[in-house]
């Protein structure tokens, strides 16, 4: 995908949020005194913003898509970028009822794969116990009560 | 004021200050070194442990991090040709050749002296302005103080030179995400879409650490093994080649004052940043060298100049940062937030209510840069190895530990969350080539650019005049012009020499 179809989408996405944010702009309550800016006061000029530059990007990269045929992706996330975002969104879904330990080990292990380690003992033995050390390091030493288990 | 330097002086010298800075510059020329991870991320990581230190330790360990990452990013550039930080690129020009020649001791041994000389320089600035600078600034009112904030945002204009329209879309993004909470004023809840997580805003560093860290660990899943592991390479320094000799010291005296005097002052200027003033001093040093032509081929002086520089950048940021509050680079950004969290905002008021902090900051800054010379001189043969450290291991640390440092802020699982957003906000910014930095400024200055345009606008019943009848906003908007034309020359600038050669 070349920049002028990735400035098509984000120009679009972006136009969409400043219209959704524009709306929710516009139902803020308005406690201010008489001449005076309020709560909605500093929203509504980024909304006004938002809209001139996301049509900005839109309209430049409509124009440009008419120019450039080609191009490539040169800042898209790698394969195994998605499989480490997907693991990640995963990780946290599972904190809370898993805990901080062994929720960490599985994302732990999976990341050394996905970083190129092969050997598995290696990846057993780290993804073990470098948590452990970090849980006890931040309860124990720095006082800080990292999610635990309630199973 | 004596009494209080001297409180100062005590502070930074005690045990468990000298031990932070000393940590904290090792940790930072490690971070440094490695390509791949820049100082920002650096600070990110050990940020969950600055919060349980007193306030003194923590920003001592912060500081050592700051000047020791600086000199850290030039051991990579020299000994492999890659900058660890951005900062040491104009290093690798003249340090990387020297390598080659089979001198990598002379190389690293001038970038240490040189840092530690534009760094001691830009620490006596930090001490001789910083205070006084600061005693003007007490005197500001709402409308000098948006002013202000509002010059601060120009340094969006340096990180927007490809694209205006990007670099402006990601302020707004930044500022949007600024008006969610409670508004500063009326206390008005906006956009919270009831949930009570988001009542205080979007914390800062939450967003700091998903903003960089994140992008940064899945950038890294894209390069090969192979070229991880690139500093297994590393040649073995014998200690005596560090130690520069006579004739070098006699070569290099003149571009590290030049840096030294670049730096500092670039690096009181928002946005300019250690890069610029690395290349700016390295171009000057060029120019008034009686061998012009033997730069790019292992000069001495073409390593000490930059690294002169990007190290007296670090003291000159800290001005900007102390005194008015407003950050001269990304790093200062995170040091702000670090110290908001203590309950400290840097402003002119931190030297009249906390001098004997204010002035404890100045003298870990001295600190620092001692540690950072003693540590590299005596650890290099061993800090080299972190090159060749296996990032299977290492990267999933750092994803753990941003992890705990976005929990930890308030002991909340939907701080996390807000975290991960923040990384697939970065991944699509980078996706497009949208500088991160604005929306990061915006994050910093946006409440303080809200509050004091609606006090000042709500004085003067509406009247936007106000902002050009005070003397002191009119100098902040005229800067403010000054910031915006000069980044729209350099860019012009920029573009002009590019264009001849493509």
Redesign the interface.
Known sequence: MN?AQ??II?GTV?LMVAIG?GI?TAN??D???P?????A???TL?TI??LV??V??LV?GVIDARRESEGT??????T??WI??AG??V??TL??SLGFVAA?VL??AG??W????RNKILIGL??IL??VV?FYL?TAG??????RSPL | MPGDILQGFLQAVQPSSLTATALGSLLGIVFGMIPGMTISSGIIIVLPLTFVLDPDISIALLLGLYVGGMLGGSFSAILLNIPGTPSAAATALDGHPLVARGEAGRALGVSVLASFAGGLFSCLCLFLIAPSLADIALGFQAVDLFSLVFLGLTIICSFAAQSWVKGLLSALIGLAIVTVGQDPIMGSARFTFGEPNLLAGVNFLTALIGLFAIPQLIRNLGTSPGDLMAGATAPMIPFKSLLPKLSDLRRIRLPVSIGAAVGSFLGMLPGAGGPIAAFISYDYTRKTSRDPEEFGQGAVEGIAAPESANNAVTGGALIPMMTLGIPGDPVTAILIGALLVHGLAPGPLLFIERPDFAYGVIFSFFWANIFNLVIAFAGLRLLVKVLAAPRAILMPIIAILCVIGAYALRNSLFDIHVMLFFGILGLAMRWLEMPVVPLLLALVLGRQLEENLRIALTGSQGDISVFFTSPFSMLFLGLSVVSVAWSLISARRERSKSSPAS
Do not use: C, K, W
Request: no cysteine.
């Open positions: 920049m990735r400035n984000a972006l944010y929710l803020l309550p406690r201010s005194l001449d005076t800016p309020g709560p006061f500093l929203p980024i913003g938002l530059l996301s900005a990007l430049g992706d040169g800042h898209g996330v790698p195994r970028g480490a975002l990640f969104t990780y946290v904190l809370p960490s994302f732990f990341l050394m996905l970083y190129g380690e780290t993804s470098v948590p970090l931040f720095f006082q800080i009560l990292l999610p």
